[in-house]
């Protein structure tokens, strides 16, 4: 209430308070206690006087607007005239109440109130359309690129295999092509977070132990840390076994890693642990990173997992990371909790639902190098080397590769062999003819063939899609050797579905 009569201010009180309103309240006279008084607590309504001594509606308007709260601001006055009232209104208020006619002044209120409560739920639902707008936007763009950035990594894992694999065990370049096999499957990271993000990902859980991806992850954090921070592993005594998506799970680790690291530009301690805990009863381990950062107001906290917001400078962040983080901690089945205070850090902890006991000795499956074949296998992909990759690894264990660039050769080539062949490899995606459209013919010419299909595009998504039938085999790439023949000797010994 901008009044500087106590008496008017009591007469206002009391015709709200007859009208039904229970009032809290704070009357001001100047622009300073104004701007304390906005700062101060949540307000509902703004009634201010038109002229007082130090202060007038017109600068209390300016006030209201560099506050940017949308309240609604009423003027009630003894004495304005009607060219001035119209001016405030212009000005930005939203209705004028005379003094000597104070019962107007409830039912003003009440519009005025609910009318502003209806421009925050508008304004709430444009933001929800906007963020909704720019998660489809990325998702189309990450799925679009995801294809041809996912062939590149599969030639760069695939041959950087191929020359560790020559070199001798005692060889320097071994350890440098390794630097070369990590970063690629990092960059593959980066495509499956947005991938992720949109929902686009396919999600392949495994039974893993937590501790052994703090544990081969270490390296890589460290490299991503650099120096000035102290960082330390507190692995759980008990196993901390997990149905999850291994590669998911090191995603949210390095993400949260990472917001750490920006935490303490000057250096600090930063601690991940895990142990197992109970919540309502079940079992979950539970990940926790912890840094001796700057920390985050309360403000601050209730925002972080939005979509793109960020409080990095322009360059430095996305506003992607711990928005990532909650959709994979939620497909996990997981919960996340955050503690923080402005100057004394920050931790997050990660909450997975623990794998029972029963299933404790079996240990997820891992590609094996030593899975060999006889059986004819026709590749039909359109990029070039992503072909020969996959040519020297099914040959180099025993299987006969045929080769089609595209449908309409791999139709030619099928006809013209005279050994069956055993299964089709090939790209979803082919120039003319789609991967499931070849198939179908191929299967009236050899009905007996198994298929694998394998794409950049993530498998979960083209399966909604309808561009494959669900539970066909299907190999995602990027892929390296080991996986790819594992996947090969499935898809024959299995019938050509996963």
């Known amino acids: 209430m901008i009044e500087d009569s106590p008496d008017d201010e009591t007469l206002l009180i009391r015709a709200l308070s007859q009208a039904g ?164 499957a990092r960059a593959a990271g980066l495509t499956r977070q947005l991938l992720t993000f949109s929902r686009r990902s396919v999600f392949d859980p495994q039974l893993i132990d937590l501790n052994t991806v703090l544990a081969t992850t270490e390296k890589m954090l460290k490299r991503l840390l650099g120096k000035g921070i102290d960082y330390t592993t507190l692995p759980c005594a008990d196993t901390a076994w997990a149905f999850v998506d291994r590669g998911l799970v090191e995603q949210v680790v390095v993400n949260l890693v990472v917001n750490a690291r920006d935490a303490m530009p000057d250096g600090g301690k930063l601690t991940v642990e895990t142990q197992v805990v109970s919540r309502d009863g079940k079992p979950f381990v539970m990940i926790a990173v912890t840094d001796t950062g700057v920390g985050m107001t309360p403000e601050v906290q209730q925002r972080i997992f939005e979509p793109f917001f960020t409080t990095k400078g322009e360059g430095y962040g996305t506003g992607l990371g711990l928005a990532t983080v909650m959709g994979i901690v939620k497909e996990c089945g997981g919960d996340i909790e955050v503690t923080s205070a402005p100057g004394r850090g920050t931790t997050f902890k990660v909450y997975l639902p623990r794998a029972p006991e029963a299933t404790e000795a079996r240990p997820a499956p891992q590609p094996s190098t030593l899975e060999r074949g006889h059986e004819t296998v026709l590749v039909v992909e359109d990029q070039a080397p992503v072909r020969a990759a996959v040519h020297r690894v099914l040959a180099s264990t025993g299987y006969r590769v045929l080769e089609a660039s595209r449908g309409r050769d791999a139709l030619t080539l099928v006809e013209a062999v005279r050994t069956p062949v055993h299964l089709v490899l090939t790209d979803l995606q082919l120039p003319e003819m789609s991967g499931p459209d070849m198939v179908k013919k191929l299967r009236a010419l050899s009905p007996e063939m198994k298929v694998l299909y394998m794409s950049g595009f993530a498998g979960g998504a083209l399966s909604r899609q309808g561009i494959v039938e669900p539970g066909m085999s299907f190999l995602q790439k990027p892929f390296t050797p080991d996986v790819l023949m594992h996947k090969v000797r499935a898809a024959l010994d299995g019938g050509g579905r996963s």
């Open 21 to 184: 309103f229970v009032i809290e309240h704070l009357r001001v006279e100047t622009a300073e206690d104004m701007r304390a008084a906005l700062q101060s607590q949540t307000w509902d309504v703004v009634i201010s006087d038109y002229r007082l001594p130090r202060f007038d509606a017109i600068g209390a308007l300016n006030q209201l607007k560099l506050s940017k709260l949308d309240l609604p601001f009423i003027i009630v006055s003894g004495n304005i005239g009607e060219d001035a009232a119209v001016a405030a209104m212009r000005g930005g208020a939203h209705d004028y109440v005379m003094k000597s006619n104070l019962r107007r002044l409830p039912e003003t209120l009440r519009r005025e109130v609910k009318e502003a409560q209806l421009r925050r739920e508008r304004r709430s639902l444009e933001e929800q359309v906007r963020q909704a707008q720019k998660m489809e936007a990325v998702g189309q763009l990450a799925s679009g690129i995801a294809h041809d950035f996912n062939n590149l990594l599969t030639v760069i894992l695939s041959f950087s295999q191929f020359v560790y694999d020559d070199l001798p065990v005692d060889h320097k370049g071994r350890e440098d092509l390794r630097e070369v096999v990590d970063c690629a």
